[in-house]
């Protein structure tokens, strides 16, 4: 059953988990400063010396923006939430609070096979869960926005996602030379989309 509520409190704390797992991402490089003192590394070797951590960091921020991004335009499109909506959506928080973590494998770890997998199915669990989210608004007219539902185009965006994201995930593991360079698969999403609209058409 629909919980006749503006979901703006769930947006909101949603959008404060998502800022403090963002915050997160750069402390491993706020330490890794004055360790490179005592090391006696001088300041340009601070980012030299870190590029791994340094890549992790804003790989991951692109990351999650693009997944806050996604998120936050969703619920543009509703009006009421429900227990499964709840739900889903605290899986999709899990998700994005999980991601510094294998983000910092990434720095310590760099091009390790089950690093990048680990990666890269922390951002694939996101997708899902954003998936569910519009499954289960679509599945429910109570839920939607009487006057901006949501738009067609955006389920087969997901799905899109997720899809080039278990190609990307697969290929990481079963390719170990690819890993992270398997996410430049998320380029093709919009070629798709554009290919599947007209086909329907």
Known sequence: M??????????????AVVAIAVTLLVLPLVNVVPQAERNGQSAAEVITE???EIFGFL???AVISRLWLVHHDFFRHVRAYSKP???CNVGWLLTIVVLPFPTEMVGVYGDDRFTA?????????????????????????ELASETAPP?????PGSVT?????????????????LNYWTLLLLFLSSPI???WHKYRR
């Open 50 to 52: 870190h590029q791994p």
């Open 85 to 87: 909506l709840l739900m």
């Open 2 to 15: 629909a919980i006749p509520r503006d979901p703006d409190r769930l947006v909101y704390f949603t959008d």
């Open 117 to 141: 997998g680990f990666y890269i199915a922390t951002i694939l669990a996101a997708v899902l869960f954003q998936t569910g989210l519009e499954l289960i608004v679509r599945a429910n007219p």
């Open 151 to 155: 738009p067609p185009e955006s389920l």
């Open 59 to 61: 790989l991951s921020f």
């Open 193 to 195: 989309e554009k290919a």
């Open 161 to 177: 996602a997720a899809a080039l994201l278990a190609l990307a995930l697969v290929l990481a593991l079963t390719v170990p030379s």
